[in-house]
């Protein structure tokens, strides 16, 4: 994983190869703890990302989604999503590129956006603000249906999910800080 880093240099894993396998394997150098740590913060980043992204469905049943990556993990979150909904065409951008997959497992890199992957995929179909609002609805819904506003713990809330994910326009996050009802959103 540490090959995905942003910052990965080939010649640090090199450096860590020459070394005394005891040593590196017990993180006893400087470069091995550096690889090790660059390692689990890709892994952290992917981890976030497939807990945090919220994907939209498109008329043609494209789940689509952009997001901002820290690090080289767009095929392996795009991987994840087509095992989770084998069903569906998946198409995430993410800093100008965009990768697709479809439900035969072929994925593809583009340099577009995400919107216009999904016009291939959909075959030219735009997602409608009706199918975006029904989508947006059923999530509220669900938020709804399991939050219980006696037991809400904003500090826990900040706690579980860091700042840089949270959306201040989610809806989530809307509710927490007491906003008040869905119709003052709509």
Same mark, same amino acid.
């Given at each position: ?19 005394? !396998? ?6 006893? &150098? !400087?470069?091995? /703890? ?12 992917? @981890?976030? +990302? +497939? ?16 997001? &901002?990556?820290?690090? @080289? ?10 095992? /989770?909904? !084998?069903?569906?065409?998946?198409? $995430?951008?993410?800093?100008?590129? &965009?990768? &697709?997959?479809? !439900? ?14 999904? +016009? ?15 989508? /947006? ?10 939050? $219980? ?25 809307r509710k927490a800080?007491?906003?008040?009802? $869905?119709?003052?959103?709509?």
């Amino acid at each position: 994983m540490a090959s995905r880093h942003r910052r990965y240099d080939r010649r640090l894993r090199d450096a860590v190869s020459r070394q005394d !396998p005891a040593l590196a394997g017990n993180l006893a &150098t !400087p470069q091995a /703890r550096r690889l090790y740590e660059m390692g689990n913060a890709v892994s952290r980043c992917l @981890h976030a +990302k +497939k807990g945090f992204l919220r994907m939209n469905v498109s008329p043609g049943g494209v789940l689509y989604a952009k997001t &901002t990556l820290e690090h @080289h993990v767009l095929d392996l979150l795009a991987a994840h999503f087509h095992r /989770r909904f !084998p069903g569906y065409h998946i198409a $995430i951008e993410s800093g100008g590129r &965009t990768m &697709t997959a479809s !439900p035969s497992g072929v994925f593809a890199v583009h340099d577009c956006s995400v919107m216009d992957a999904v +016009k291939l995929l959909d075959g030219g179909a735009q997602p409608s603000r009706e199918e975006a609002g029904r989508a /947006r609805r059923l999530w509220e819904e669900y938020y709804d249906s399991q939050a $219980i506003s006696s037991r809400r713990n904003l500090r826990l809330m900040r706690k579980m999910m860091p700042a840089r994910y949270m959306d201040p326009d989610a809806y989530e996050s809307r509710k927490a800080s007491g906003s008040g009802s $869905i119709s003052d959103w709509l």
